[in-house]
């Protein structure tokens, strides 16, 4: 089972970066995936989750309408695409797999990915 997070990387503010997720190992259509992000030494926090069928897709209150997450079935992946980028979003950012709903609560992941570094400079 592997989870492959990539798309990260220094970025202005104000400027986009799309992340991807990748699945192996399961059956990603069964499976929410869910976002994350951690800075250092602060609480993790729900970015945004799409769900396994629909897919409906769900966003942490604070996102403020600059992120879309999109899933590709096909190729296993979901993406993450963060507009407006601000130095506050500076984190690591992680992917997870879910497979009873989509409630974002750590201890309910199934499956973990190594994160991705984003930088944003100001």
């Known amino acids: 089972v592997q989870l492959q997070a990539s798309g990260g990387g220094t970025v202005q503010a104000g400027g986009s970066l799309t992340l991807s997720c990748v699945a192996s190992?399961?059956?990603?259509?069964?499976?929410?995936i869910v976002w994350f992000r951690q800075v250092p030494g602060k609480e993790r926090e729900v970015m945004s989750c799409?769900?396994?069928?629909?897919?409906?897709?769900y966003y942490g209150d604070f996102v403020e309408g600059r992120l879309t997450t999109s899933r590709d079935f096909p190729f296993n992946t979901v993406y993450l695409r963060m507009n407006n980028l601000k130095p506050e979003d500076t984190a690591v950012y992680y992917c997870?797999?879910?497979?009873?709903?989509?409630?974002?609560?750590?201890?309910?992941?199934?499956?973990w990915g190594k994160g991705t570094l984003v930088t944003v400079s100001s």
């Open positions: 190992g399961f059956t990603f259509s069964q499976y929410s």
């Open positions: 997870a797999a879910e497979r009873n709903g989509c409630t974002g609560y750590g201890p309910n992941m199934d499956y």
């Open positions: 799409i769900s396994a069928n629909s897919p409906g897709t």
